[in-house]
């Protein structure tokens, strides 16, 4: 019973007072009688307390969060009472990639030269972000490392299509839900270097009383070439497998292979770039969450380690009109996945109140379409269009 409920039931007892003591009077008759009257009002008591605790249990109105609410309880928590790691799960991935996003942002600055412009937001519904995005660089072109905090409410349609994969979310006409993730992607200068794309996020739907009911991590980290070298490649995949191997031998493999088919431009017949590891769904029938979020604190840190010497090896490398003309192609390549198959993308242009900005922050400064165009035979951009279309095991 909720403190509410409680005080209500006293509120519903009678109050009686308190009888004045009399000396016990032997058994008779008339003891019997008074005995009687004593059990007839003590039952009456009870009739009418039982009577006042129903009320309370049928008429009382459950304590119900909606999205509003409970985000306003999480900002009040992290400012009293901070996060450690008895907190919820939301909190503490989002004081992570806070800190994530950071430190990257940090590395990139001092590589690049320029500073990136960071944008704060709030979403009217609870959440907001961090944009941070650097245009126009000595090194990169554009570059965005972007954190979303989302609470809101889903509607049945999009209940039943997650039911699919996670068969505990309930099946009520709406559910509360917070969805959070740090998105990643740089796009160099020099063709010689490669785009890269990261993307970690923890999404939880919620009961009515504000408590967890649901919930899955996802992520991952994958390179995209316009000129390929094989050892970037191998040396991108082995420090991806070297922080799955911590965790499970059987992550690299299975994600890296989900990573070839997710990233695929269908309708091209060949994938967005060589790869890397993606995943979705990580909910309890794969682990727990204090494990599943120590692989994806690995995953993460495992960025840094698996893309600067790349970039740095490429950065200043010499190259013609003709191979920058050659990178703007297969970056529109890139924008067709991100527009026409990515399901993160989708997902966030249907959020009501989405950041649109921040979304679309993946998409290249400048890119083109080239009508039939195609690579010379035996030439490097055929080299790298024949891998595209049949992934390579790089580890």
Same mark, same amino acid.
């Given at each position: 019973?909720?403190?509410?409920?409680?005080?209500?039931?006293? =509120?519903?007892?009678?109050?009686?007072?308190?009888?004045?003591?009399?000396?016990?009077? $032997?058994?008779?008759?008339?003891?019997?009688?008074?005995?009687?009257?004593?059990?007839?009002?003590?039952?009456?008591?009870?009739?009418?307390?039982?009577?006042?605790?129903?009320?309370?249990?049928?008429?009382?109105?459950?304590?119900?969060?909606?999205?509003?609410?409970?985000?306003?309880?999480?900002?009040?928590?992290?400012? #009293?009472?901070?996060?450690?790691?008895?907190? /919820?799960?939301?909190?503490?991935?989002?004081?992570?990639?806070?800190?994530?996003?950071?430190?990257?942002?940090?590395?990139?600055?001092?590589?690049?030269?320029?500073?990136?412009?960071? *944008?704060?937001?709030?979403? #009217?519904?609870?959440?907001?972000?961090?944009?941070?995005?650097?245009?126009?660089?000595?090194?990169?072109?554009?570059?965005?490392?972007?954190?979303?905090?989302?609470?809101?409410?889903? /509607?049945?349609?999009?209940?039943?299509?997650?039911?699919? !994969? !996670?068969?505990?979310?309930?099946?009520?006409?709406?559910?509360?839900?917070?969805?959070?993730? =740090?998105?990643?992607? =740089?796009?160099?200068?020099?063709?010689?270097?490669?785009?890269?794309?990261?993307?970690?996020?923890?999404?939880?739907?919620?009961? /009515?009383?504000?408590?967890?009911?649901?919930?899955?991590?996802?992520?991952?980290?994958?390179?995209?070439?316009?000129?390929?070298?094989?050892? *970037?490649?191998? !040396?991108?995949?082995?420090?991806?497998?070297?922080?799955?191997?911590?965790?499970?031998?059987?992550?690299? $493999?299975?994600?890296?292979?989900?990573?070839?088919?997710?990233?695929?431009?269908?309708?091209?017949?060949?994938?967005?770039?060589?790869?890397?590891?993606?995943?979705?769904?990580?909910?309890?029938?794969?682990?727990?969450?204090?494990?599943?979020?120590?692989?994806?604190?690995?995953?993460?840190?495992?960025?840094?380690?698996?893309?600067?010497?790349?970039?740095?090896?490429?950065? *200043?490398?010499?190259?013609?009109?003709?191979?920058?003309?050659?990178?703007?192609?297969?970056?529109?390549?890139?924008?067709?996945?991100?527009?026409? !198959?990515?399901?993160?993308?989708?997902?966030?242009?249907?959020? $009501?109140?989405?950041?649109?900005?921040?979304?679309?922050?993946?998409?290249?400064?400048?890119?083109?379409?080239?009508?039939?165009?195609? /690579?010379?035979?035996?030439?490097?951009?055929?080299?790298?269009?024949?891998?595209?279309?049949?992934?390579?095991?790089?580890?």
């Amino acid at each position: 019973m909720s403190k509410r409920q409680f005080g209500q039931f006293v =509120l519903l007892r009678p109050r009686f007072p308190k009888a004045s003591f009399r000396p016990r009077r $032997p058994f008779t008759a008339g003891a019997n009688r008074s005995n009687n009257s004593r059990w007839v009002n003590r039952a009456a008591i009870a009739a009418v307390t039982l009577s006042g605790l129903v009320y309370a249990m049928t008429c009382q109105k459950p304590v119900k969060f909606d999205a509003r609410s409970l985000a306003d309880l999480d900002e009040r928590t992290k400012r #009293e009472k901070g996060v450690d790691e008895n907190s /919820p799960m939301r909190l503490r991935m989002e004081q992570f990639i806070r800190e994530q996003q950071k430190a990257i942002v940090f590395e990139l600055e001092k590589l690049d030269g320029k500073s990136f412009r960071e *944008d704060t937001w709030t979403r #009217e519904k609870g959440g907001g972000g961090v944009s941070c995005v650097l245009q126009e660089g000595n090194v990169f072109e554009k570059a965005g490392v972007n954190i979303s905090v989302v609470y809101g409410t889903l /509607p049945k349609p999009a209940i039943s299509k997650m039911r699919v !994969h !996670h068969k505990n979310l309930s099946e009520a006409d709406e559910v509360d839900f917070y969805a959070l993730g =740090l998105s990643m992607v =740089l796009h160099p200068y020099n063709p010689m270097a490669p785009t890269v794309h990261l993307n970690y996020r923890y999404f939880e739907t919620m009961r /009515p009383d504000g408590t967890s009911q649901a919930w899955w991590f996802g992520g991952g980290s994958d390179l995209t070439p316009s000129y390929l070298f094989d050892e *970037d490649a191998v !040396h991108f995949h082995k420090t991806l497998k070297e922080a799955c191997d911590k965790h499970n031998k059987d992550y690299y $493999p299975r994600f890296k292979k989900w990573c070839d088919e997710y990233f695929s431009n269908v309708h091209r017949g060949e994938s967005r770039g060589v790869g890397g590891i993606f995943f979705d769904d990580l909910d309890e029938t794969v682990a727990d969450a204090d494990n599943t979020f120590a692989f994806i604190q690995d995953c993460l840190k495992s960025f840094l380690p698996s893309y600067m010497p790349i970039i740095q090896r490429r950065k *200043d490398m010499p190259f013609t009109a003709k191979e920058k003309e050659w990178q703007q192609v297969r970056r529109g390549r890139y924008v067709e996945f991100n527009l026409v !198959h990515d399901r993160g993308t989708a997902f966030g242009l249907n959020v $009501p109140g989405s950041r649109v900005e921040s979304i679309l922050m993946s998409l290249p400064l400048t890119a083109s379409w080239r009508y039939m165009y195609e /690579p010379e035979p035996r030439s490097r951009e055929q080299r790298l269009v024949e891998v595209l279309k049949t992934p390579k095991e790089w580890v």
